[in-house]
């Protein structure tokens, strides 16, 4: 009876989320693996609350990274284009609260109105590691290559996420992430 009260709050929690009159078939699917996740790794929370900043311009799975990543006890900020992501880090970087990691998408547009393409991704990697070396940046994409992969690690990428990636997944590497910054 607990588990089943426990999938049932996170089901809702997604669903309030995203907003119901958003909602369609194809979010099931998601609504279900968002709520076993939680359901069943609720204890597996990251030991170090860490800030992060999330840059991707599909709102749907922006709002949903930071669901899961709020849910792990990280503190989540958003930007949905590259411009509104460098500045964002620029304003914490110069309040010196920088944050501890970036989820970059590769393939999105640098503000909103132009189209979408790897150089977006590229140009905030480099942007970022240009004004904090230290900062640790993982690059999420769908479009995943091997082009892209490398060029996104020469430009000081920590790690590269393939786009679906399930919840383990992205807390292993954050765990990776938090480990090599301590």
Excluded: C, W
């Excluded at 000081?156 to 301590?182: C, N, S, T, V, W």
């Amino acid at each position: 009876e607990q588990v089943f009260l426990r999938f049932t709050f996170y089901a809702l929690r997604f669903m309030l989320h995203v907003g119901f009159d958003k909602l369609n078939p194809s979010h099931v699917s998601r609504i279900t693996h968002y709520a076993l996740f939680f359901t069943f790794h609720k204890g597996n929370r990251a030991m170090n609350s860490q800030s992060i900043l999330v840059i991707d311009d599909d709102v749907n799975f922006r709002n949903s990274l930071q669901f899961e990543l709020e849910d792990l006890g990280h503190r989540v900020q958003v930007a949905g284009d590259g411009n509104a992501g460098m500045s964002l880090f620029a304003e914490h970087l110069a309040l010196d609260e920088p944050f501890h990691l970036v989820l970059t998408d590769m393939r999105m547009p640098l503000a909103k109105g132009q189209p979408e393409d790897e150089r977006g991704g590229l140009t905030v990697i480099e942007h970022i590691k240009t004004q904090d070396p230290t900062a640790i940046v993982l690059v999420m994409t769908a479009y995943g290559t091997i082009r892209n992969a490398v060029g996104a690690i020469q430009l000081g990428a920590f790690d590269y996420l393939e786009k679906p990636f399930a919840g383990e997944e992205l807390r292993l590497r954050l765990d990776k992430a938090i480990a090599h910054q301590q």
